[in-house]
């Protein structure tokens, strides 16, 4: 089994829904994050947890949001999804020494 | 100006080559560097990680951190195939946050 998985791994959504991506992770680690990757532009950080009380803001959290539900558990939400959100979403972990690990990723295509 | 700056490439090689890729970076805060590969549709997977300057070595792969240039690299010996796919370097100070690269892609030809 992955250490980090998400669910789901594809999905086509329409302008204007909600939809929520979700994380869980098996390697203990307190430190969660969400990037999305778009071609040319490399990995942008959207938001970040350093433990379930902590959540902080990335570079790009405008239109995101998220929820810490567990050590383990991760979700990333778009209230009210738009087109140019269109990407490649991953979840990561880290643990003290700071190396990141991700999951196998999340494509999400708003029509 | 990026923190981290990455030729995107593509970088094309023939089969056994030795390839060089390379990244700089401005923030002198910087201690921790790595290098992730990601194949297409896959996560990244860390390849090396290093702290400060010097080299480490994993098989066909050597990290190379130079902080008086602010130049880390990593090289792959007898470069096959398999090793087409792209490859982030990250860093991070003491945030424990990774700032990365954009990514360079590499194809290695039969």
């Known amino acids: 089994d992955a250490d980090v998985t998400q669910t789901p791994r594809n999905r086509i959504t329409k302008t204007g829904k909600r939809i929520m991506l979700e994380c869980s992770q098996t390697?203990?680690?307190?430190?969660m994050y969400w990037y999305r990757q778009d071609p040319g532009l490399g990995l942008r950080l959207i938001y970040y947890?350093?433990?379930?009380?902590?959540?902080n803001k990335g570079e790009i959290s405008d239109g995101y949001s998220v929820s810490r539900q567990a050590q383990a558990k991760f979700s990333l939400s778009l209230e009210s999804a738009i087109p140019n959100q269109t990407a490649l979403y991953f979840c990561?972990?880290?643990?003290?020494?700071?190396?990141?690990?991700f999951g196998q990723g999340t494509r999400l295509t708003v029509v | 100006q990026k923190e981290v700056e990455q030729d995107p490439g593509p970088l094309s090689v023939p089969e056994g080559a030795i390839v060089s890729l390379n990244c700089t970076y401005s923030?002198?805060?910087?201690?921790?560097f790595m290098w992730y590969r990601q194949y297409s549709r896959k996560g990244p997977e860390l390849l090396m990680y290093?702290?400060?300057?010097g080299n480490k070595e994993d098989g066909r792969f050597t990290a190379q951190v130079d902080k008086s240039s602010k130049y880390i690299s990593l090289f792959i010996r007898d470069s096959q195939p398999s090793d087409s796919a792209t490859y982030l370097c990250?860093?991070?100070?003491?945030?424990?946050?990774?700032?990365f690269g954009r990514g360079t892609s590499l194809i290695v030809h039969p």
């Open positions: 990250a860093m991070r100070g003491g945030s424990y946050i990774p700032t």
């Open positions: 923030n002198s805060a910087f201690q921790y």
């Open positions: 290093t702290y400060s300057s």
């Open positions: 947890s350093f433990d379930v009380k902590d959540i």
């Open positions: 990561a972990t880290s643990g003290l020494t700071g190396e990141a690990f």
């Open positions: 390697k203990g680690h307190d430190r």
